[in-house]
Every structure is written in C-alpha cells, then in structure tokens.
C-alpha cells in the first residue's frame, strides 16, 4: 500500500456517518372555499413552527390560474387546542373580483412548487360566482302624497334612498372607480380594451369608446351605436339558443328578427359576429342572464331606465337575456328598459340585446 492509498483510508475512516434524512411531514386543510373568500391551514410537524408557503390555483376546464402564493402564518386557536405547533398556520385569502363572472369555479390549494393538495382540496364552488350587487339608483325618498323627496322622511324611514351605495353617493361619501349616476360605477373602455377617461366618445377607431365596463359587478358591456350598423341600437334578434344544456328545452328561432350586418338576426347569430369582431379585446361575448341584465337598470331614471351617460343610444325597449323561462320552454326572460322591469315573452318574438363579457 502507498502513501497515497493509506492517506485515502484514512481519510474514508474519519468521513462522519450520513444522517437520515428528516422528511418534512406536511398536513393541511382547506376549510372554505367559495365565491369570496378561501380559508384553511398547513403545517409542517417536523418543523412546528416553520410557516408554509402555499399556491392557490382557479381550476377551469380550459384553464388553470395560479391566483396568489402566501404564507399560513395566521393564528387560530383550534389549531393550538390540536397541538398544530404554535397555532400560527392558519391562512384566509379574499378572492379577486375577477372570479366573479357569472361561472362555476374549482379551488386547488398546494404545498408551493408542488402539485400535492392540502387536504380537502380542490374544492367547487355551489353554484356560479356573481359580483357585488348594484344598488337601485334612486337617492331620493317620497311621503303619502310627495316622491323625489330628501332622506330620509320622518315618519317613512327606512326607503331604499336611506340606505347603500347611493346615500353614500349623496352624502359624498362614496369613492368610485370611474363615475356614474348615484351609487354606479362606471368605466369606458376603447375597441382595443384600454381603459378611457369619462369625456371620451363613441367611435368605430381602436381608442375610441366602445365598452362600458361596471367596476361594482365587474362585468363588462357592449354599448349600443347608431350608425345602422353591427350593433346599432335599433337591430332586433329572435331568441335563439341551439345548446341543449341551457336552452331549457327549446333552441327558440333563428333568423326571425331585423337587423344591420349580414348576418342570421337571431341571439346567437349576433354573439357569434360580435366575438368574430373582438370587440373591445374579448371574445367571450354572450347574452346576459337576466340578474346580469337588472344590475345596470337605474330605477332612479326611466325611458331609459339607466344611466345614459355611460349607455347611450338605450332603447326604450324590452332586451333579451340569455335565461329561459322555467314552466315554459317556449319563452325566455327579457329586461325593459323604459322602466327597468323584467317579464318573459315568447322566443319568437324580436328583442334588442346588450351583450356581456364575464370581466377583464
């Protein structure tokens, strides 16, 4: 043996033992998950009081969104009462407004970097996320004999006019996004989907006003022309919907209506050419469901029953929405806007439509 080997022996008798590696031995819950708010917790048992860092994702079927990475470093007694280390692994995360665009919607919360779900993850959403509700529009309160009177009335508290976004609008106290008549608030986007200050102008060019986006729901609205074109405030549309899963039973008419455009003058035909267009830098236009609909009526106004400035050209008419009429397939439910009242009416019949896009 040389030198050289016996140094090598050597050295391989004093190398230390390799440990075990200690795994960390995660655990988690997600408790909540809906429309608005996810809460939950995660911990590490090898390591109690080290926090864990989570991805949360939005799961659709075309898609999946990571929303945010955060830390579960919140402190719940439950957790302490458990024996979950220090109790500070809880976590609570509020939902963008994004996520409420009239859809169903998947939670998925994992360990970050991971594709591993705490437990109880993902979890669905009951039913299609919605935003926050408009209010009415009316500011004013009425006697036994007088209306368009200041609020409140002694003797009549407790009108709509007392209460809300639009006694706040009166009182000043309202901060809003954009502008708007009492408590709405609105913003106007061009055809290419930039946001645009309120004196703009309707217009066919890229930076001209084309879209009315609500700021309180976060949807987004096709705004109506008058130029006897695509979407000029006089064409009229038959109902007309050939999906079986949410027709209610009857795809109404096709092509029955009168409108500008060249194309079939029906509900469906027109979703089709406004999404061949991309207006506004979307092309997921549809028919508004009808409590989409009644979010933008101003019962503070009427013929037309809305806020003209962020909607002009309205018509003083009944509006399709996409939502048919339960007891009886051959009607769906429409939206007047003289007074803002909605009602059903048979699908043969010609209505305007507003179309609407689920947020930005």
């Known amino acids: 043996m040389n030198n050289t080997q016996r140094l090598f022996q050597v050295a391989t008798l004093l190398l230390p033992l390799t440990a075990t590696p200690v795994y960390a031995a995660l655990d988690g819950a997600l408790y909540r998950g809906n429309c608005n708010v996810i809460t939950g917790w995660a911990w590490d048992s090898a390591q109690p009081t080290a926090r864990i860092k989570l991805d949360i994702y939005d799961v659709t079927p075309s898609k999946t969104t990571r929303l945010t990475t955060l830390t579960a470093q919140q402190f719940r007694p439950d957790l302490l009462n458990a024996g979950k280390g220090d109790g500070k692994h809880g976590f609570t995360y509020v939902l963008p407004a994004s996520i409420r665009n009239a859809m169903k919607h998947q939670f998925s919360v994992r360990y970050q970097g991971t ?54 609008a009166r009182a000043g106290k309202l901060r809003k996004t954009g502008g708007g008549k009492a408590g709405f608030d609105f913003t106007k986007i061009a055809n290419d989907g930039s946001v645009l200050p309120k004196t703009a102008k309707l217009g066919n060019q890229p930076k001209d006003w084309a879209c009315t986006r609500d700021n309180v729901t976060g949807l987004l609205w096709e705004v109506k022309t008058a130029d006897s074109g695509l979407r000029d405030k006089d064409n009229s549309y038959s109902w007309y919907n050939p999906d079986n899963k949410t027709n209610g039973g009857s795809a109404g008419y096709p092509n029955r209506g009168t409108c500008y455009g060249g194309i079939s003058c029906d509900t469906d035909g027109y979703v089709k050419a406004v999404n061949a267009l991309k207006l506004c830098g979307k092309s997921a236009w549809r028919a508004p469901k009808q409590a989409e609909l009644l ?66």
């Not at 209306?147 to 209460?163: A, I, K, S």
């Not at 400035?309 to 939206?335: E, M, Q």
């Not at 003289?338 to 699908?347: H, I, Q, R, T, V």
């Open 115 to 168: 594709n591993t779900e705490v437990g109880n993850s993902p979890k669905a959403t009951l039913g299609a996320c919605y935003g926050k509700l408009n209010d009415t529009g009316i500011k004013t309160c009425s006697d036994d004999s007088t209306d368009r009177l200041g609020c409140p009335v002694t003797g009549y508290e407790g009108q709509d006019g007392d209460y809300g976004r639009d006694a706040l």
């Open 295 to 360: 979010s933008i009526a101003d019962y503070g106004n009427y013929k037309p029953a809305i806020d003209t400035a962020y909607f002009p050209n309205t018509a003083v008419r009944g509006y399709w929405s996409s939502s048919p009429v339960a007891y009886d397939k051959g009607y769906a439910w429409i939206v007047d806007f003289g007074y803002g009242y909605d009602y059903w009416y048979y699908k043969r019949y010609n209505h305007v439509v507003r179309l609407v896009h689920s947020g930005q």
